[in-house]
């Protein structure tokens, strides 16, 4: 049984870098085949997926967040990391971390709550 688990700060000041962590049990980053990803949730909002880190450490980013994105792992610690640089109110969401397999996340953490605010 794969598990995942968010950590990281729950509040971010305007125009910082918000920093999360997923660490993964039951299974490696390595992989072959899958990819881990961060997706939020806004209040009020629906899903909206951010990116992945692939098996292979190739990473690929939403389109809308890229230029602020950047997913990183560390295979020695099984664990993967977001950053979200230049944050405002409006990333202010429910951040998930999932593994994703044929286009399906099969599995994911219980999420973390982070609000940008001063």
């Known amino acids: 049984q794969v598990q995942l688990q968010e950590s990281g700060p729950g509040l971010v000041k305007p125009s910082q870098t918000l920093s999360l962590t997923c660490t993964v049990s039951g299974g490696s980053i390595t992989d072959t085949y899958y990819f881990w990803s961060w997706i939020r949730q806004p209040p009020g909002k629906g899903l909206e997926w951010i990116g992945y880190?692939?098996?292979?450490?190739?990473?690929y980013y939403s389109r809308s967040l890229r230029s602020r994105t950047s997913i990183s792992r560390d295979t020695s610690k099984n664990q993967f990391t977001l950053q979200l640089s230049s944050v405002t109110p409006e990333d202010t969401a429910v951040y998930y971390c999932?593994?994703?397999?044929?286009?399906?996340?099969?599995?994911w953490g219980q999420g973390t709550q982070v609000t940008v605010s001063s």
């Open positions: 999932g593994r994703e397999g044929e286009s399906i996340i099969d599995y």
């Open positions: 880190i692939g098996y292979s450490g190739m990473t």
